[in-house]
């Protein structure tokens, strides 16, 4: 019905038609540190650089934090809501957004 004050489906949707706004995984912002760095990759890890996050082997469930040419870089303490996305096939941007020695600071968000 025209005039309606009712938002339709249409607009709360994106141009893809999916609704991300309402997908609890789209919101997932976290800062992480790298542990355990692996030697001969993260020494190539400048801030800037652009990884990848994939469920690592367990138990217990880890998530690798993975280099552009696909090399393990590290992991990182996961949440229960980061495991249960990448348990759902989400794919996570993985950035480096600082490096101090051998500290590597990374922030992870959903690719969208």
Known sequence: MS???EPSNSAARGSSGQVGDQDPCSKIVLRRTLE???????????????????LGLGPPEVVAIL????SVAGSVVPTARLLECLRQGVKFIVKVIAVDGGAITLEIRAAL
Not at 44 to 49: C, H, N, S
Not at 67 to 70: I, Q
């Open 3 to 5: 005039g309606s004050s």
């Open 36 to 54: 355990a760095p692996v030697a001969g990759v993260v020494e190539l890890l400048e801030v800037g650089a652009v990884l990848s996050a994939a």
């Open 67 to 70: 280099s552009a040419e696909g």
